[in-house]
């Protein structure tokens, strides 16, 4: 079955050309955190393109304001360096900081994860990137089984000093959404650390609440050198930020900026995506979101399903792409749209999405399940 075409959306829902409404379980990939045409972003984004909309990156008060707010999202020890049109932006731009910053070329990242489509960013993620760019090393992603052992892999690549930097997506959101443990997170930022090998957390997809906590980054005794995110924190309007540890003199070698980097509409809406979640945002609510998935994953794991994720980014990774078909035509037929990739189907709530909805969504899969 195919996804219907939209023509307009609203809170939650998106509908087609005959009014048909449909949950919304993608939510523009995460990027639509608190609803679809939220009025306090619509209202700033207009605003802002009355003023002006695009002046070349010179210094603005919209800008000013933008990055003194992220700031105080932020460690001490940390600032925000640029603000990008997408997660791929600005996991180009860590890279080359990296590179600018240690005198190397290559990286280390984990397979089957996502930090773009570029030729760079998706040498960082798949073994079968169309383009191979440099000579990047994917190591396998660990999994409760496999740690202890690419721990080791990870730190006799670190001892070569060949490496600028090591990308790590903490959660695996655009495969089969496996969590690095807290361990491994700190052992790799420890690891890179003692051998002088920049840290890099892409928060692209899990930053700010998404998962529970503002980072998942900020579970840990000591942050990253770098921290990408997060591609809800303009609500649908395009954005991503790049936060680090690394003296600014590195970053004009680093090639920092683009035509639409630090972009006063993307600030506007920046700003207002902050004030509307710190608002609105009920930690209890997200946690009552997670532990209805929680009490699903025994459950489908009868059925040869794994649900894995945290907060409000989940995945179900199901027996076959035959049965992640039937699962997805199901649910399209009963008006919810959700991501589908091979095998797996993810989930994308937005901030206020209520358990009862994802009950009733896995639910309704579960049936599916048992009955083939």
Not at 197 to 208: K, M, R
Not at 241 to 269: E, W, Y
């Amino acid at each position: 079955m195919d996804y219907p075409e939209i023509t307009r959306a609203q809170g939650h829902y998106l509908y087609d050309g005959d009014e048909r409404a449909f949950y919304d379980l993608i939510s523009g990939f995460g990027t639509v955190f608190l609803g679809h045409c939220d009025k306090t972003v619509v209202e700033a984004v207009h605003q802002q393109m009355q003023q002006y909309g695009a002046i070349g990156r010179l210094p603005s008060e919209i800008r000013r304001r933008c990055f003194e707010l992220i700031n105080q999202l932020l460690p001490d020890s940390h600032g925000l360096d640029v603000i990008g049109s997408t997660g791929m932006e600005s996991n180009e731009y860590a890279g080359k900081l990296a590179a600018v910053v240690s005198g190397k070329q290559r990286f280390i990242a984990f397979e089957n994860t996502m930090h773009g489509k570029s030729v760079f960013t998706s040498s960082l993620s798949w073994q079968n990137a169309p383009v191979k760019c440099g000579q990047n090393v994917l190591l396998p992603f660990p999994t409760e089984e496999t740690e202890e052992d690419v721990l080791i892999m990870l730190a006799d690549c670190l001892k070569s000093g060949d490496f600028a930097g090591c990308y790590l997506e903490p959660l695996r959101g655009s495969c089969d959404g496996a969590i690095a443990s807290l361990t491994f997170r700190e052992q790799l930022v420890a690891l890179c650390k003692q051998h002088g090998v920049v840290s890099i957390f892409d928060e692209t997809l899990t930053g700010l609440y998404r998962t529970g906590p503002l980072f998942m980054a900020s579970e840990l005794s000591q942050f990253p050198d770098i921290l990408i995110f997060a591609k809800s924190i303009g609500n649908g309007v395009p954005a991503s930020c790049v936060a680090s540890n690394i003296a600014q003199f590195h970053h004009q070698r680093a090639l920092k900026g683009s035509t639409f980097s630090d972009n006063p509409v993307a600030c506007a809406a920046i700003l207002a995506t902050l004030e509307a979640i710190t608002e609105r945002i009920q930690p209890s609510e997200i946690s009552r979101v997670e532990q209805t998935f929680v009490g699903f994953q025994k459950r489908f794991e009868q059925y040869g399903c794994e649900l894995r994720g945290k907060g409000l980014l989940w995945v179900l990774a199901c027996r076959s792409e035959a049965q992640a078909n039937h699962f997805f035509d199901t649910l399209i037929s009963h008006n919810y749209l959700v991501s589908k990739f091979g095998e797996n189907i993810r989930f994308l709530p937005k901030m206020n999405t209520e358990a009862s909805t994802i009950e009733s969504v896995l639910s309704l899969l579960l049936t599916q399940a048992k009955v083939g």
